[in-house]
């Protein structure tokens, strides 16, 4: 199964009339992030995403501001970092402002984000997001991208998923003879099936009509 790519999530973006935003974001993982002396585990995830990504999973901001699409366009090096990497990194100063190394990458912090939690006794705030852009600059694309789909409401969910499925295999030319070459589940399948995308889904959120892609 191929992967599923940014250039394709922004096509779905672009062609599809019914979701309320598409969120598309891509990933890596066993990341070290430094500030003057103090530094991470190499555990941090990293994600690039989109500016409707973080609004599709409902992440909000604790302090500070969200990247813009400007800052996408633009590919600036501008990070929001999960509490977890405040904790390790600023013991007595405010982030924002300040600037991170992830990897041997510079990043000027702009933001928090509100705490999360654990989910299965994982963590949910160590990581780094930034924009998509940027991360394919930094860590490239040699990796699936997933889509987060947002209905506008739960009644429509059915309705856009079938639009979401119908533009996507004509964007990955997918024959009418063929099954999708992708995965496409709603939240009520997602804490089941895909815990890996559960990563940033606050658990109790189900007003939100999610509709997560998958390659």
């Not at 190499?42 to 909000?60: A, I, Q």
């Not at 500070?64 to 977890?84: C, H, L, M, P, W």
């Not at 606050?202 to 892609?213: D, E, M, N, S, W």
Request: with cysteine; aromatic share 8%.
């Amino acid at each position: 199964r191929k992967n599923l790519e940014i250039n394709e999530g922004q096509k779905l973006q672009e062609l599809a009339t019914l979701p309320a935003a598409v969120g598309v974001g891509i990933n890596t993982s066993g990341r070290t992030v430094k500030y003057d002396n103090f530094k991470t585990n190499p555990d941090v995830e990293v994600d690039g995403t989109n500016f409707d990504y973080l609004r599709t999973l409902d992440l909000k901001i604790e302090e500070g501001r969200n990247y813009t699409q400007a800052d996408d366009e633009n590919s600036k090096f501008v990070a929001v970092i999960g509490t977890d990497i405040v904790d390790k990194l600023f013991k007595s100063i405010n982030p924002i402002g300040q600037i991170i190394k992830v990897d041997h990458f510079n990043f000027e912090v702009i933001g928090i984000f509100e705490k999360q939690g654990s989910i299965f006794g994982q963590s949910q705030d160590n990581f780094v997001a930034m924009p998509i852009s940027t991360f394919e600059r930094c860590f490239g694309t040699e990796r699936s991208a997933h889509f987060v789909v947002m209905a506008r409401n739960e009644q429509m969910i059915d309705e856009t998923k079938d639009e979401i499925i119908g533009v996507l295999r004509k964007i990955r030319k997918v024959s009418p003879t063929e099954p999708n070459d992708f995965e496409i589940v709603t939240n009520d399948q997602l804490i089941e099936q895909f815990n890996d995308l559960t990563k940033y889904v606050k658990l109790g959120a189900a007003v939100i009509a999610f509709i997560a892609i998958i390659a």
